[in-house]
């Protein structure tokens, strides 16, 4: 007998993502779900001396120090405008975390592959590294970030 949403060879066939879909600037981009630690509400950040102009400081999380970016600075747009919908996304990979400035969290959606188009290399800039694709529904379109380009562009690895 077999399980219909499991293939043979031990991958499932049911292959779709899910993202949180964040707001910067009207525009909408969704973050793996799997690679967020939490979301917390805009706290006060603890500046850092000769931070890179988009890193706004460090904040105490539960006992641990995270650097906070904003990604409207990093991504060229205007500067952050806090409101009560303003949240800190904290992004965790196995070597690093950080949080990042969004204007809002709106939902989790879930693409399937299919869903998925890959945006190519286009002479348009280097924030197009940051891109993995545009995920589509029939009511919106939502870009995916790289967050693990956009991490390891960010911070160093450990040695």
């Known amino acids: 007998m077999s399980i219909p949403w499991y293939r043979e060879e031990g991958s499932f066939m049911n292959e779709n993502k899910q993202y949180v879909v964040v707001v910067l600037d009207q525009e909408q981009f969704g ?20 931070a890179p102009f988009f890193i706004k400081g460090v904040v105490n999380l539960r006992g641990d120090i995270i650097p906070v970016m ?3 600075l990093k ?10 919908n303003t949240r800190i996304v904290i ?3 196995e070597e690093h975390c950080i949080g990042m400035i969004v204007d809002e969290v709106r939902e989790v959606v879930e693409f399937s592959q299919e869903s ?3 945006i190519q290399r286009l002479a348009i800039g280097s ?12 009511q919106q379109i939502v870009t995916l970030l790289n967050i693990n380009t956009l991490m390891e562009e960010l911070l160093p690895n450990k040695e």
């Open 75 to 84: 991504f060229g747009l205007d500067s952050d405008e806090y409101s009560h």
């Open 31 to 50: 973050i793996d779900i799997q690679q967020i630690e939490t979301i917390i509400r805009m706290r006060d950040i603890t500046r850092v001396p000769q």
């Open 127 to 138: 924030e197009q590294k940051w891109i993995q694709g545009v995920g589509k529904t029939d």
């Open 116 to 118: 998925i188009e890959t």
């Open 91 to 93: 992004i965790k990979t």
């Open 70 to 72: 904003s990604l409207r």
